[in-house]
T-cell receptor
Framework: KAGVTQTPRYLIKTRGQQVTLSCSPI?????VSWYQQTPGQGLQFLFE???????NKGNFPGRFSGRQFSNSRSEMNVSTLELGDSALYLC??????????????FGPGTRLTVT | SQQGEEDPQALSIQEGENATMNCSYK?????LQWYRQNSGRGLVHLIL?????REKHSGRLRVTLDTSKKSSSLLITASRAADTASYFC???????????????FGKGTHLIIQP
């Protein structure tokens, strides 16, 4: 099976712009989670989607949003970019049902640099 | 918010030696997972231990969990240069309808294996 893929791998944007990142989960995985990784804050949970519904959301401002499509592919969007949004954005998929937990399979990440 | 905290932050040992990393957390968990990350890339799942388990083995890895102390340890035996990476513990608290749960990661232990 192909692993989790994320596009693009690298991105440079300017403050004030918006960006959309894409994630394709492992075939059959219906849960997709997004994480932000920075040197200062480490890995932080952004949100999780299951069957096109956002199930959980971390403590991030409303500029961060996401969605999931019927084929489980997911996108996240960051509007009005700030310098502090520079980070590695990681997507993870897992094979879970609504009431169970499972290990997560991570993609290689998208390195976003905001200048 | 960060919950798992790894100790030490960095560890440098000679190839062939054993490496031990510790993780502490604050609130009850469904399970605890360990991940490895090589130099700014995606995370790779190593092992998952459920809250009702005390010890688990996988190849050269041994994980222990003490729920009374809210701590876990990861032991890598007979280390190799290829084990050089950052290691993260992640706590899974389950989903609490509307909560901001996901996997909560610590800041990691950076392990360097000297050849």
């Amino acid at each position: 099976k192909a692993g989790v893929t994320q596009t693009p791998r690298y991105l440079i944007k300017t403050r004030g712009q918006q960006v959309t990142l894409s994630c394709s989960p492992i075939s059959g995985h219906r849960s997709v989670s997004w994480y932000q990784q920075t040197p200062g804050q480490g890995l932080q949970f952004l949100f999780e989607y299951f069957s096109e519904t956002q199930r959980n959301k971390g403590n991030f401002p409303g500029r961060f949003s996401g969605r999931q499509f019927s084929n489980s592919r997911s996108e996240m969007n960051v509007s009005t970019l700030e310098l502090g949004d520079s980070a590695l954005y990681l997507c993870a998929s897992s094979l879970v049902g609504p009431d169970s937990s499972s290990k997560q399979y991570f993609g290689p990440g998208t390195r976003l640099t905001v200048t | 918010s960060q919950q798992g905290e790894e100790d030490p932050q960095a560890l440098s040992i000679q190839e062939g030696e054993n490496a031990t990393m510790n993780c502490s957390y604050k609130t009850s968990i469904n399970n605890l997972q360990w991940y490895r990350q090589n130099s700014g890339r995606g995370l790779v799942h190593l092992i998952l231990i459920r809250s009702n388990e005390r010890e688990k083995h996988s190849g050269r890895l041994r994980v222990t969990l003490d729920t009374s102390k809210k701590s876990s340890s990861l032991l890598i035996t007979a280390s190799r240069a290829a084990d050089t990476a950052s290691y993260f513990c992640a706590t899974d608290h389950g989903y609490s309808g509307g909560g901001a749960d996901g996997l909560t990661f610590g800041k990691g232990t950076h392990l360097i294996i000297q050849p």
